[in-house]
């Protein structure tokens, strides 16, 4: 009987020993895995640290590049009206200003990344005026923004004067700014009241008393087209109310009605605006545009007449008025299908931009030629950090923050690996001491069969 009952409790002992050394090998190999799990935490932290940002410098540092700061505050698809008044007047509305309003932004086939207001403006520019070059298209988009945001009071009081002026003025005024880069300052020039002018008073004054013969060469102003000069007369005063106007054209022909201030405001968006909108009736946009047949483009359609009038021209007729021909505007409503995917919403998302930055799907180009939206060839990353548009760093508070994240993970897995060293542990002193018991059970087993043999033979 003492026999069995050690037997049957030798096998449960060797039993509960496999199960202690099977759970040995499974804690061990989970402590193996933490092992990995630290490695790989190690190498994320690294990553994580060289994924730098493209940024920005300002007084307090550096910033994330945004969307905003690269094409212009936006807000739902349209221009802001602080962004008028950052970019027109140079206001301090906490919008920092890009270095350089030729970098503008693009997806990886080079379509502007522009809010829906742009990207509808530059389709009904291009429709409009498709007989006309880029640079003509980019001034009526811009016209066409000007006039639709009348509800910022720079921009209106601007529209107000071009408006005097009549559209086919203003556009050339425009396009001749947009050429010229936007707003150039001329200086001061004398002028005799003749439309002659000098470079100094007594040059002016010897043309309009004296002999205009002594007046050397380089003494005489050719006035350029588009800059905006300020006018004294020979006496060095303001010469009637033309001080500080554009200047149309090299004959000397003024605009009598912009101001200084008023042309250098619509040098300054010209000069934002530009690039951004040739960019985009070069190389198109990431908008999906939808154009739709409006009433009066099926009146327009259906009203022809047949022949043609006496004057040579076939005519049309808008709800019985006779009309030869009538703009995109008036023919299609337009509207926006998308722009997300790799297009404006998801470009107004600062992480997802810059991670677009990291794999390329976004891209920053520049635009060599504002008036035909040319790109500059090759102009990669590199080309933006080394004019110092930008630059690549992680900020010290997204460090820490990083930082922060990697000590509380390697927190977590030293735990998991003191919990199971224990676990371990304690198993190792169990099954220590069921060795110790395993062997006491056969050596009582053992003494047992040896105390039966004895007994026997005796």
Request: proline fraction near 2%; hydrophobic fraction near 35%.
């Amino acid at each position: 009987m003492g026999l069995a009952v050690s037997q049957v409790r030798l096998l449960a002992l060797t039993t509960r020993k496999a199960d202690i050394e099977l759970q040995m090998q499974v804690d061990s190999k989970r402590k193996q895995m933490l092992t990995r799990k630290s490695t790989e935490l190690a190498q994320q932290y690294y990553s994580r640290l060289q994924n730098a940002n493209i940024q920005y410098a300002t007084s307090n540092g550096y910033e994330d590049v945004t969307y905003n700061y690269l094409m212009g505050a936006s807000a739902n698809g349209s221009l802001t009206d602080d962004f008028f008044s950052q970019v027109m007047t140079g206001g301090d509305y906490n919008i920092p200003q890009k270095f350089e309003n030729r970098m503008i932004l693009t997806d990886m086939y080079g379509q502007v990344v522009c809010n829906n207001e742009l990207a509808i403006a530059a389709a009904k520019a291009k429709d409009t005026y498709s007989d006309q070059t880029i640079a003509n298209q980019t001034v009526q988009a811009i016209w066409d923004i000007m006039k639709s945001n009348q509800n910022n009071t720079t921009v209106a009081s601007i529209m107000t004067k071009l408006l005097s002026l009549g559209k086919d003025t203003a556009i050339k005024y425009m396009e001749t700014m947009l050429n010229n880069g936007g707003y150039m300052n001329g200086g001061i020039v004398y002028t005799d009241g003749a439309g002659n002018f000098y470079k100094n008073a007594s040059a002016a004054k010897e043309a309009t008393l004296g002999d205009p013969t002594k007046i050397c060469d380089n003494e005489i102003v050719k006035l350029q087209e588009g800059y905006c000069y300020q006018v004294l007369d020979m006496y060095g005063k303001i010469y009637g109310n033309i001080s500080g106007n554009l200047c149309t054209d090299s004959s000397g022909s003024f605009d009598l009605t912009m101001t200084k201030q008023a042309t250098m405001y619509l040098g300054n968006l010209i000069s934002y605006l530009g690039p951004i909108l040739s960019a985009a009736m070069q190389n198109g946009t990431t908008a999906k545009i939808t154009r739709t047949k409006t009433a009066i483009a099926g009146d327009y359609e259906d009203a022809k007449t047949t022949p043609p009038s006496a004057d040579g021209k076939v005519h049309y007729y808008d709800n019985g008025s006779p009309r030869t021909e009538i703009t995109a505007e008036e023919y299609y409503s337009y509207s926006i299908a998308d722009n997300d995917n790799m297009g404006y919403v998801n470009a107004m998302n600062t992480e997802k931009l810059q991670t677009g930055f990291r794999s390329g799907t976004y891209q920053l180009v520049m635009v060599t030629d504002p008036t035909k939206g040319i790109y500059h060839k090759n102009t990669t990353l590199n080309y933006f950090t080394h004019m110092n548009y930008v630059v690549e760093k992680t900020d010290s508070s997204k460090r820490e923050e990083i930082t922060a994240w990697f000590n509380a993970e390697q927190a977590a897995i030293s735990e998991q690996e003191t919990y199971w060293d224990t676990e371990i542990q304690n198993l190792s002193t169990e099954l220590n001491s069921v060795n110790t018991e395993i062997d006491s059970v056969k050596t009582l087993k053992s003494n047992a069969i040896k105390s039966v043999f004895d007994w026997g033979g005796k």
